[in-house]
């Protein structure tokens, strides 16, 4: 029996898919990282809602502009999150992976 319609689940807002896992972000907020040992993903975010999973982002930005102090994030963990974007827009434009250099 051919049965006409399908339930799938939500999928994520985005996922980064690497070697040895994935971490995935849903759209209620929700970070979930997983790899071996975490088949059904561990919860490495709490659940806010998109907006405001950057909150914590955008209290550090303020922080630094206003008091001067130092961002919670180095510059080693921003160049990460650049090529991890760029290398997000690669693959959308190939459609295939693509690496983060």
């Given at each position: 029996?051919?049965?006409?319609?399908?339930?799938?689940?939500?999928?994520?807002?985005?996922?980064?898919?690497?070697?040895?896992?994935?971490?995935?972000?849903?759209?209620?907020?929700?970070?979930?990282?997983?790899?071996?040992?975490?088949?059904?993903?561990?919860?490495?975010?709490?659940?806010?809602?998109?907006?405001?999973?950057?909150?914590?982002?955008?209290?550090?930005?303020?922080?630094?502009?206003?008091?001067?102090?130092?961002?919670?994030?180095?510059?080693?963990?921003?160049?990460?999150?650049?090529?991890?974007a760029l290398?997000?827009?690669?693959?959308?434009?190939?459609?295939?992976?693509?690496?983060?250099?």
């Open positions: 029996m051919l049965l006409s319609h399908t339930v799938f689940g939500p999928e994520p807002f985005f996922r980064i898919t690497g070697t040895t896992g994935e971490i995935t972000d849903d759209a209620d907020g929700m970070v979930r990282h997983f790899g071996k040992g975490r088949r059904r993903g561990e919860e490495v975010g709490e659940a806010a809602g998109y907006l405001e999973s950057y909150g914590g982002a955008f209290v550090d930005f303020a922080n630094t502009i206003l008091r001067g102090t130092p961002p919670a994030a180095t510059a080693a963990h921003a160049v990460g999150e650049l090529r991890t290398a997000m827009y690669r693959s959308a434009a190939s459609n295939r992976w693509e690496p983060v250099w």
